[in-house]
């Protein structure tokens, strides 16, 4: 069990994961950020929202982020609509989505980036 705390500027973030290198190395978190890619073109406003969702949901609940039950829930806990948060699914699963996060990834890899989003994020 890895329990630590983050602390940014603005908040603290607990991390409670019980089984990190399964979360980190098996599981993984492609469909989620194939549907933060999906919602950063078409609802920007709730990349934020939607990513603390997700990281609290597999970093402080210790609970799932591949299934779309999983992101359902996530969206839900973000305030987003079950309509607005069904056409992100959607979209999530498309082309354009995955060759975006495709080159999103491989643009922070050049830039010797950690995280693909990194670069579509603004941190305080």
Do not use: Y
């Amino acid at each position: 069990c890895v329990c630590v705390w983050l602390v940014s500027a603005d908040a603290v973030f607990p991390i409670n994961a019980q089984d990190a290198a399964n979360v980190l190395f098996k599981k993984g978190s492609l469909r989620a950020q194939r549907l933060l890619t999906a919602t950063q073109r078409d609802n920007p406003q709730l990349v934020e929202p939607l990513t603390r969702a997700l990281w609290m949901r597999i970093w402080h609940n210790d609970e799932d982020i591949t299934t779309e039950d999983s992101l359902t829930q996530a969206c839900a806990a973000a305030g987003i609509a079950p309509q607005t948060a069904a056409s992100l699914l959607q979209a999530s699963t498309e082309d354009w989505a995955k060759d975006t996060l495709k080159a999103t990834t491989q643009e922070a890899i050049d830039k010797g980036v950690g995280t693909p989003l990194a670069s579509n994020v603004s941190l305080r």
